[in-house]
């Protein structure tokens, strides 16, 4: 059984808010926490199953941002390892499964909690996405040689990607795009339409 399928589709987890970052399903990323209420909602995680809801605010210079701050799509995922440093924020290392959209969220003593529901990928035609996946590939590659910012391993692994919604993803996250533009390919739930867009 996947991660996917495995995703309830109705989630209650604690929700933490993220600045200048969106981040796509099968992204595994370090993030440094520092605001009490984010702290809070990552040792809430630890306490529990280690899952959390990510979800990119709309202006990151909001401290204390409520469910108008934040875009509504957002991943689930898991905390994998958390670290403490001496100044009281906390490194942790997260890996994100599945895109969910955010119903509702709680503000609590105990940091930001959200309720969620699943938000699958639509296939499409298979010819057609699968041409359209080979051209992302060829434009990807072309970009990476021409940028010249990308690592060989960041290349390489996005090369290794098979399934057309896991490519477009993969490419999304290490294209130079702004944090807007992101957020559009992270709600587009057609396959299609995301490598498309891409």
């Known amino acids: 059984m996947t991660i996917e399928s495995a995703v309830p589709a109705v989630i209650v987890a604690p929700l933490l808010p993220i600045r200048d970052l969106v981040v796509f ?3 595994v990323l370090p993030l440094f926490i520092g605001r009490p209420k984010t702290v809070q909602a990552v040792q809430q995680a630890m306490g529990s199953d280690h899952k959390i809801i990510l979800v990119t605010q709309r202006d990151s210079k909001t401290d204390d941002p409520s469910m108008k701050d934040l875009y509504t799509v957002g ?40 309720k969620a529901l699943r938000l699958d990928s639509s296939e499409g035609d298979p010819k057609m996405t ?14 990476a040689r021409e940028s010249k910012k990308l690592s060989e391993d960041v290349v390489n692994s996005v090369n290794a990607v098979a399934l057309p919604g896991e490519l477009a993803d993969a490419v999304a996250c290490n294209l130079t795009l702004p944090i807007e533009r992101k957020q559009q390919l992270l709600e587009q739930t057609s396959i299609l339409q995301r490598l498309n867009d891409i």
């Open 25 to 27: 399903p099968k992204m």
């Open 75 to 114: 991943t689930y995922a898991t905390v994998l390892q958390m670290l403490k440093l001496p100044d009281g924020t906390l490194k942790v290392l997260v890996e994100a499964h599945q895109r969910v959209t955010i119903t509702d969220l709680e503000d609590g003593p105990a940091g930001y909690a959200a």
């Open 130 to 143: 699968e041409a359209t996946r080979r051209m992302v590939l060829k434009r990807f590659n072309d970009y």
